[in-house]
């Protein structure tokens, strides 16, 4: 029952966390014991598989166990009897263990935690907007509800909007969305990138040619302001325009009309132009590199488009969306675990939705289909404590380990008789330790031999052991699955 996360166990009793603790390192559940008091908020941040509820002191300090776990409602939660009502109303609650524990009881109940893992994806809420394109923007943190409350007041006008962010942030989306939401959304909406075309054709491509106005230009052509007519102009990365560019762009901003390369007549143009960078513009006016008028013919209405490290909260609606649309273009959906996102929550993204949409991209050409936990993530997305891998030739051997674990066991006084309640407690006459440990060991193979119907494989994995270890210790005590009770 070895799993990429540990469980955790809670519990106030001394003894009874020890013994949980042994009997969960003998069949080979990475796990981690604490008493309530040592519950606090960066214990839940970490990625558990299970949470084992124990013994609890107090009243009060199983509501404060019990706030948490509604909190973290991602993670699967056993308890032992003396808690079963208590959990009865957490989503997470997979189910109760009785005492004394059985190996296969404890299995069974590990094993429920992983389907919960497995089956269990991320929901999250739908946004409900009237208009569709807003499904871009997607996102109930305060950041994005300001840029979607900017957008609509601006929109019904023709102001200019100056669109600031970071690279991958998504400002050509408040483009659109602000020409879709205007008195101009039946008109075109003609995107250009400034820093994408060569300054020498910048011009031309702005505001078009005519036929022999240069080499190669063998007929007349409308730029983008001719083109967009009517509708909006969105020059995007206006920080890389070349400055003798900026003052012909200033030009048009004024005059509202312009002449094509080789032309000399003037054509009168009706856009709206919004204009987006990821540049300190004014850094770039101190430095003399970007035009100050300019800038203020731009900037007439800005909208700061927020980092996604700024609203990482909005990162589960966004997956969703990225999703939506992949499925809609055919790809095979893929499904989140709770740890799996919590983990993406907790990176920069320092290139924000555009190296999100990437990461879900190549996720699906991985795993089409599949359930993405922690250990499917790129290595540079995972922030869980992932248990640490070690080559087996590193281990103890199989043998040395069971029998380290059963003289822990021994060692308890967990629900055991009294003259076999711990090693203070031995008889005067002394115990044939040997004799007692090969029955224990005998008592527990066929245990997991019952509660695998005799399946020598699994049994041998419930154990944590390798099948040919199993099946030459049930040679050793002469056991037969097929004489099992």
């Known amino acids: 029952m070895q799993g990429i996360a ?33 519950v606090e908020n960066p214990l839940w941040e970490r990625a558990w598989g299970a949470c084992l509820l124990g013994k609890i002191s107090s009243n009060k ?28 109303g957490l989503p997470n609650y997979v189910g109760e263990l009785e005492l004394p524990l059985n190996y296969g009881q404890l299995a069974d109940a590990l094993r429920h935690c992983q389907e919960f893992l497995g089956k269990r994806t ?7 907007r009237k208009n569709m394109l807003f499904r ?6 305060e950041s994005i509800s300001q840029v979607r409350h900017l957008i609509e007041q601006v929109a019904s006008t023709d102001a200019s909007v100056l669109i600031l ?12 969305n602000v020409h879709y939401h205007s008195s101009r959304r039946d008109g075109p909406f003609v995107p250009v990138n400034c820093g994408a075309i060569p300054p020498d054709l910048l011009e031309s491509e702005l505001f078009g040619h005519e036929k022999g106005a240069f080499t190669g230009a063998i007929a007349s052509r409308k730029g983008r302001f001719e083109l967009a007519d009517g509708g909006t102009l969105f020059l995007d990365e206006i920080g890389d325009m070349p400055m003798p560019m900026q003052v012909k762009l200033l030009r048009v901003l004024q005059e509202r009309c312009f002449e094509r390369v080789g032309g000399n007549a003037t054509i009168k143009t009706n856009v709206r132009i919004i204009a987006a960078t990821h540049r300190n513009l004014d850094a770039m006016i101190h430095e003399n590199t970007f035009r100050e008028d300019l800038y203020y013919r731009l900037n007439v209405f800005p ?51 555009r190296e999100l949409a990437n990461l879900v991209e190549r996720l699906i050409i991985l795993y089409p289909g599949e359930m993405v936990d922690v250990n499917h993530l790129p290595m540079k997305y995972r922030y869980s404590h992932l248990p640490d891998f070690q080559p087996e030739e590193n281990f103890l051997s199989t043998e040395d380990q069971e029998r380290a674990a059963l003289a822990d066991m021994f060692a308890s006084s967990y629900e055991e008789p009294e003259e076999m ?11 044939n330790l040997k004799e007692m440990l090969a029955e224990l060991e005998v008592e527990m193979i066929c245990q997991a031999l019952e509660a695998q119907m005799g399946v020598v494989a699994r049994a041998a994995d419930m154990l944590g052991m390798r099948r040919t270890t199993l099946v030459e210790k049930m040679r050793k005590y002469g056991l037969n699955k097929e004489d099992l009770r």
């Open 61 to 88: 300090s199983l509501k404060k166990i019990l706030d948490y776990l509604r909190i973290h409602n991602h993670i699967p939660v056993i308890a032992l009897s003396d808690h079963a009502r208590d959990l009865a």
């Open 165 to 176: 962010g970071e690279s991958g942030t998504g400002k050509e989306v408040v483009a659109r």
């Open 6 to 38: 540990k469980t955790l166990v809670i519990d106030d009793d001394l003894q009874h966390r020890h013994d949980l603790s042994v009997i969960l390192s003998f069949v080979g559940e990475q796990h981690e014991a604490v008493s309530t008091n040592e």
């Open 136 to 141: 871009s923007m997607v996102g109930r943190s």
């Open 122 to 128: 991320f929901q999250v809420p739908q946004i409900g």
């Open 303 to 353: 909208i700061e488009m927020p980092a996604l490290r700024e609203r990482i909260e909005d990162t589960p609606l966004l997956l969703q969306e990225l999703l939506a649309r992949m499925e809609a273009e055919g790809a095979k959906l893929i499904h989140f675990t709770p740890r799996a996102i919590t983990s993406l929550m907790e990176h920069d993204w320092p290139g924000n939705v």
């Open 421 to 431: 309640s711990g090693l203070n407690d031995l008889p005067p006459e002394g115990v």
